[in-house]
Nanobody, 124 residues
Framework: QLQLVESGGGLVQPGGSLRLSCAAS????????IGWFRQAPGKEREGVSC???????TNYADSVKGRFTISRDNANTVYLQMNSLKPEDTAIYYC??????????????????WGQGTQVTVSS
């Protein structure tokens, strides 16, 4: 059974950094596009970043370009490095997987498998 588990969230001051991890089990992550999404209280879930299968192309929301970096490793894990964090980055962050051919897009409707989320709070 395909499972995704996020970790690495926490409380950080504005300007700080966190690295989120998305670990997969039950399938080989390299064959899937992986997306990071976030949902703040009272707001819709929005796309943050995604990476195509086999280390393919990446995509970022305008609000995080230049601050966040998505990457894969060889151990069935995808990371989201978040630098220069702002209070508006506060949200529950979810990773999601789907067998997408070609470019990934930041559309939650395109992803069928989801993790449980990890809380990120940016506050002084």
């Amino acid at each position: 059974q395909l499972q995704l588990v996020e970790s690495g969230g926490g409380l950080v001051q504005p300007g700080g950094s966190l690295r989120l991890s998305c670990a997969a089990s039950g399938f080989t992550l390299d064959y899937y596009a992986i997306g990071w999404f976030r949902q703040a209280p009272g707001k819709e879930r929005e796309g943050v970043s995604c990476i195509g299968s086999h280390g393919g192309s990446t995509n970022y929301a305008d609000s995080v370009k230049g601050r966040f970096t998505i990457s894969r490793d060889n151990a069935n894990t995808v990371y989201l490095q978040m630098n220069s964090l702002k209070p508006e980055d506060t949200a529950i962050y979810y990773c999601a997987a789907e067998r997408i051919i070609g470019l990934c897009v930041l559309s939650k409707a395109d992803f069928g498998s989801w993790g449980q989320g990890t809380q990120v709070t940016v506050s002084s």
